[in-house]
C-alpha cells in the first residue's frame, strides 16, 4: 500500500513556474514508477509524465514535453514536477501516481494522490 500527498500547487501568472511536489509513504518507495496526470474541468484525466523507479527513464505528454520536468528523491520518498512556462491550459488539478509497473503508471495506476490544484492566469 502506498499513501500520497501532493502539494505545491497555485495561481501563477501565465509564463511563470511552479515546483508540485508528492511524498509516498512506505519502505519501497523505489520500486515504483511515479506519474503525474491532471483533470482540467470538464475534461478527462490525462497523463502528463513518468518517471522510472531507479533508473530515472522518463516520458512526458507531448503538450508539456520541454517545459515540464520530472524527478525523484529515492531517500527522500519523493516525486517532483517542475513546471515552467505555465499556459493558461496547464489549468488543472495535478494528481500523483504510483505503480510497480512502467505500463501501469501511464495507463492506470495503483495509487493516486488526492490532487493540487494548479491555476495559470492568462
Known amino acids: 500500500q502506498v499513501q500520497l500527498v501532493e502539494s505545491g500547487g497555485g495561481l501563477v501568472q501565465a509564463g511563470g513556474s511552479l515546483r508540485l511536489s508528492c511524498a509516498a509513504s512506505g519502505r519501497t518507495f523505489s520500486t515504483y514508477a511515479m506519474g503525474w496526470f491532471r483533470q482540467a474541468p470538464g475534461k478527462e484525466r490525462e497523463f502528463v509524465a513518468a518517471?522510472?523507479?531507479?533508473?530515472?527513464?522518463?516520458i512526458y505528454a507531448d503538450s508539456v514535453k520541454g517545459r515540464f520536468t520530472i524527478s525523484r528523491d529515492n531517500f527522500k520518498n519523493t516525486v517532483y514536477l517542475r513546471m515552467n512556462v505555465l499556459k493558461p491550459e496547464d489549468t488543472a488539478v495535478y494528481y500523483c501516481a504510483a505503480d510497480n509497473s512502467w505500463v501501469g503508471v501511464r495507463k492506470g495506476p495503483d495509487y493516486w494522490g488526492q490532487g493540487t490544484q494548479v491555476t495559470v492566469s492568462s
Open positions: 518517471i522510472t523507479g531507479s533508473t530515472g527513464l522518463t
